[in-house]
């Protein structure tokens, strides 16, 4: 099964910024979600999610870098539930493709929005806590 792409016309694909030690507070990015409009109970909501996925990675990176499947599953299905994307418009394992997002129904080849490529990560991107943040990182992961 092929995902009959027009390679011809595709478009180019946005430039992500190049300063990738930017942070950016999570606050920041709440008040930008209620400003345009997203409930605060929406919000509330997806700042949970962000807060339970962050200790998964802290965890990760601390004592078991996860399978690619640990991936798809703990860490990037929870997110894209979080950010409002329903079972319905995901697929796994669809087409070669880890994870399909469609903008509409039915899932077919003309409603694919997204596609998501999970690899696994040896050493994870670390997110540092506070009280962690002063310690080598050797010294914050156990199986290193």
Do not use: C
């Not at 709440?30 to 997806?46: A, H, P, R």
């Not at 990675?57 to 990037?76: C, G, I, K, Q």
């Amino acid at each position: 099964m092929s995902l009959n792409i027009d390679t011809e016309n595709i478009e180019p694909l946005v430039e992500l910024p190049s300063d990738v030690n930017r942070n950016i507070e999570f606050s920041i990015i709440t008040t930008y979600l209620f400003d345009k409009g997203v409930s605060s109970t929406s919000i509330d909501i997806l700042s949970k999610e962000i807060d339970e996925l962050v200790r998964i990675a802290n965890w990760y990176a601390r004592y078991d870098s996860p399978s690619e499947f640990e991936t798809v599953a703990y860490l990037a299905i929870p997110l894209l539930r979080a950010l409002g994307w329903t079972p319905q418009r995901m697929a796994i394992e669809w087409n070669n493709v880890d994870i399909a997002l469609f903008d509409k129904l039915p899932r077919r080849d003309d409603g694919l929005s997204v596609v998501v490529e999970v690899k696994k990560k040896v050493d994870l991107v670390y997110v540092q806590y506070p009280k962690l943040s002063h310690m080598p990182r050797q010294e914050r992961t156990a199986n290193d």
